[in-house]
């Protein structure tokens, strides 16, 4: 039996199978009795070497944030790869230790057979359309960006690949002359005088549009002031005209109260005046 420090205890057979579920089952891992963290030297005093092995794998495994996590995209693999195992940056093209397959170092997906840019890489094709537009050019062999400032069309990468600036073919492989070259280029300076152009045509658009909608919201904000001016007014004169009738009731109540003493009086007089008479 094993006595665990929850004073529970298992025998053998169970206590195995509650580790081997927990390696099964991330949410389960590491093996808790009343949720306590198994110690690991118990785990490993019950389990075979094969089964060692695996809850060590496991461990490592899971250890890692999901995110951080490589997996063979190989459907027949699908093993995990351990961080030792990953190459040159973890956005770099790696194979699988398990099975050689490439993968792509971007979505981590199967490599892009005949396509070494990935579908996913969204900063390099913005890169790639910058590219387009001032003409620069990515070595065959490495496939890094060249720019060229100064000389002929012959280039040299910094991986010492050889290729025509002009249209991007291995040195000595295509007919591009000079003139060719310059051809280019001034095809790329009217291209971007183009792109000038209409970049400003945008920013003019985009100007006037500004410009209405900021009209727009002072049209509104005029109106919402005229309409609160109106609700002033109109609270102005409910005001005023409560006040007057305040005043009119006021003056009503006076009235009434002065007419009933002018009643009373008189009544207090004919009374006297009858009790006179009768005196005499």
Excluded at 50 to 68: C, G, I
Excluded at 120 to 142: H, P, S, V
Excluded at 210 to 238: K, L, T, Y
């Amino acid at each position: 039996m094993t006595l665990l420090g929850c004073t529970h205890s298992y025998c053998k057979p169970c206590f195995t199978t509650l580790i081997t579920t927990a390696v099964q089952t991330e949410s389960l891992f590491p093996p808790k009795c009343c949720l306590t963290e198994i110690p690991l030297k118990t785990v490993l005093s019950v389990l075979d070497d094969e089964q060692r092995d695996s809850y060590k794998q496991k461990a490592a495994e899971w250890a890692q944030s999901p995110e951080k996590r490589w997996y063979c995209p190989e459907p027949k693999c699908a093993k995990w790869i351990a961080p030792s195992k990953i190459h040159h940056g973890r956005m770099s093209p790696q194979t699988c230790p398990h099975c050689q397959t490439k993968i792509c170092g971007m979505c981590r997906g199967l490599g892009h057979e005949g396509n070494t840019n990935c579908p996913q890489d969204f900063g390099l094709n913005a890169m790639l359309d910058l590219a387009e537009t001032e003409g620069w050019r990515r070595c065959y062999n490495c496939r890094s960006l060249v720019e060229k400032t100064a000389g002929c069309r012959h280039m040299t990468c910094t991986c010492k690949a050889q290729f025509c600036y002009t249209c991007g073919s291995k040195w000595k492989t295509c007919g591009c002359t000079e003139v060719d070259q310059a051809r280019r280029e001034e095809q790329l300076r009217e291209r971007r005088r183009g792109l000038d152009v209409e970049a400003r045509r945008e920013e003019e658009e985009i100007a006037r549009a500004i410009a209405e909608v900021e009209a727009a919201e002072r049209r509104e904000a005029q109106e919402r002031r005229a309409a609160e001016r109106r609700r002033e007014e109109q609270r102005r004169r409910e005001e005023e005209e409560l006040r007057l009738l305040e005043e009119l009731r006021l003056a009503a109540e006076e009235q009434r109260r002065r007419e009933e003493e002018e009643a009373e009086r008189k009544r207090v007089e004919t009374i006297r005046s009858s009790i006179e008479e009768r005196r005499c």
